[in-house]
């Protein structure tokens, strides 16, 4: 059978096997489009983020890959290192063959080596990755604009021009409560992407006062997948935008911008809420430290996380649930499970959890790989 011999790997690529990584993700993900795949993901498909990539390669011939770029997360309670896996792709013609399981199980080794403490990845395969670990977990909110919106054309300007300052899209940037940290070069590398759209909102002193970004490359067309400013400076961009287009267009945001998304459910046609993409915990012991840490700080000081060798211990004092499996705390941790709603907890033990459960955890579009 083809490819059952010679395969090598997985392995990380030599800086000569690296343009052959690029031949074949374009080739396999991107064979119609005018660009290059590192184009779309420039932090993460580099020379530079080399050794974290896997592949498989069959008589000097590269059979599949998948790229780990890590990313620290900040939060109001806890900082994350999360290591975010993409580009996974195996040649037709030596599929069937465990080589998916084998290049992904790498790349969660290396998310360990370097304390990640959780992997995440988007996928609609469920059931496969299921097999590795991972749960579906945290929280995407969908708004479907349909409609043209009113918005201020005396208080603020506005415009479709990229030649905007990495360094004002930095500073609204940095107002997010829960966000990737990023340098300004990788901002700079993140307006090139090809087929990204930034849309700006100005107020009439000429400061930034809000963002939108859609589309990344070949992804995320009609999709606002990353935004900066305050709620009236999104909603009046959002205008803008709807009369712009002069079509439908998707916004997506984090669960835990509540009073943004109440402003717009105002406005938009239809509301979904989804997963934030397919968790697996990398490093135990790492998470529940900076957990069980952020529960003392809010006051919560008789909070347990636990491993023995079968199972896991979770909740406070006496009332603890038993959890078999880490990949069954993805739901617990970062959601959808509501402890009001589920008879897991006593309704004291449900509220002291609730005063951080679910942790508010999100990736902007332009880090997603």
Same mark, same amino acid.
């Given at each position: 059978?083809?490819?059952?011999?010679?395969?090598?790997?997985?392995?990380?690529?030599?800086?000569?096997?690296?343009?052959?990584?690029?031949?074949?993700?374009?080739?396999?993900?991107?064979?119609?489009?005018?660009?290059?795949?590192?184009?779309?993901?420039?932090?993460?498909?580099?020379?530079?983020?080399?050794?974290?990539?896997?592949?498989?390669?069959?008589?000097?011939?590269?059979?599949?890959?998948?790229?780990?770029?890590?990313?620290?997360?900040?939060?109001?309670?806890?900082?994350?290192?999360?290591?975010?896996?993409?580009?996974?792709?195996?040649?037709?013609?030596?599929?069937?063959?465990?080589?998916?399981?084998?290049?992904?199980?790498?790349?969660?080794?290396?998310?360990?080596?370097?304390?990640?403490?959780?992997?995440?990845?988007?996928?609609?395969?469920?059931?496969?990755?299921?097999?590795?670990?991972?749960?579906?977990?945290?929280?995407?909110?969908?708004?479907?604009?349909?409609?043209?919106?009113?918005?201020?054309?005396?208080?603020?300007?506005?415009?479709?021009?990229?030649?905007?300052?990495?360094?004002?899209?930095?500073?609204?940037?940095?107002?997010?409560? %829960?966000?990737?940290?990023?340098?300004?070069?990788?901002?700079?590398?993140? !307006?090139?992407?090809? $087929?990204?759209? =930034? *849309? #700006? @909102?100005?107020?009439?002193?000429?400061?930034?006062?809000?963002?939108?970004?859609?589309?990344?490359?070949?992804?995320?067309?009609?999709?606002?997948?990353?935004?900066?400013?305050?709620?009236?400076?999104?909603?009046?961009?959002?205008?803008?935008?709807?009369?712009?287009?002069?079509?439908?267009?998707?916004?997506?945001?984090?669960?835990?911008?509540?009073?943004?998304?109440?402003?717009?459910?105002?406005?938009?046609?239809?509301?979904?809420?989804?997963?934030?993409?397919?968790?697996?915990?990398?490093?135990?012991?790492?998470?529940?430290?900076?957990?069980?840490?952020?529960?003392?700080?809010?006051? %919560?000081?008789?909070?347990?996380?636990?491993?023995?060798?079968?199972?896991? !211990?979770?909740?406070? $004092?006496?009332? =603890? *649930? #038993? @959890?078999?499996?880490?990949?069954?705390?993805?739901?617990?941790?970062?959601?959808?499970?509501?402890?009001?709603?589920?008879?897991?907890?006593?309704?004291?033990?449900?509220?002291?959890?609730?005063?951080?459960?679910?942790?508010?955890?999100?990736?902007?579009?332009?880090?997603?790989?």
């Amino acid at each position: 059978m083809k490819g059952v011999a010679m395969l090598e790997g997985p392995k990380v690529p030599n800086e000569k096997e690296y343009e052959k990584v690029l031949e074949f993700l374009n080739h396999k993900l991107r064979p119609e489009h005018g660009w290059s795949i590192d184009k779309e993901y420039p932090t993460a498909l580099n020379l530079a983020n080399r050794h974290n990539m896997n592949i498989v390669v069959s008589d000097d011939k590269i059979v599949s890959h998948a790229v780990l770029k890590p990313l620290i997360v900040k939060s109001p309670h806890l900082i994350y290192k999360i290591g975010a896996i993409g580009s996974v792709v195996t040649d037709e013609d030596y599929r069937n063959q465990g080589l998916s399981h084998k290049i992904l199980n790498e790349s969660l080794s290396l998310a360990k080596q370097q304390n990640c403490d959780v992997a995440i990845l988007w996928t609609n395969l469920y059931d496969f990755y299921r097999k590795l670990g991972f749960e579906l977990g945290g929280y995407e909110i969908s708004l479907t604009f349909e409609r043209q919106m009113a918005y201020d054309y005396t208080q603020y300007k506005y415009s479709k021009d990229k030649n905007v300052s990495p360094e004002a899209l930095a500073k609204i940037y940095s107002q997010h409560s %829960v966000a990737t940290i990023r340098s300004q070069d990788e901002f700079r590398k993140f !307006l090139a992407i090809p $087929n990204t759209q =930034l *849309y #700006t @909102i100005w107020n009439l002193n000429g400061t930034l006062a809000g963002y939108a970004i859609e589309g990344k490359g070949a992804d995320l067309s009609n999709y606002i997948h990353e935004w900066g400013g305050s709620v009236t400076a999104i909603k009046n961009l959002l205008g803008y935008i709807s009369h712009v287009k002069n079509h439908p267009f998707n916004f997506i945001a984090p669960k835990h911008s509540v009073n943004l998304i109440n402003e717009l459910k105002k406005y938009a046609d239809f509301v979904n809420e989804g997963y934030l993409g397919m968790i697996r915990i990398t490093n135990f012991d790492g998470l529940a430290m900076k957990i069980k840490k952020a529960f003392r700080n809010v006051g %919560v000081s008789d909070f347990v996380f636990e491993k023995n060798q079968d199972s896991i !211990l979770f909740g406070c $004092n006496g009332d =603890l *649930y #038993t @959890i078999e499996s880490e990949k069954d705390l993805v739901p617990l941790l970062f959601g959808p499970i509501d402890f009001d709603t589920q008879d897991i907890f006593k309704a004291e033990t449900a509220q002291k959890l609730k005063t951080l459960l679910p942790l508010p955890l999100w990736i902007w579009g332009w880090d997603s790989v």
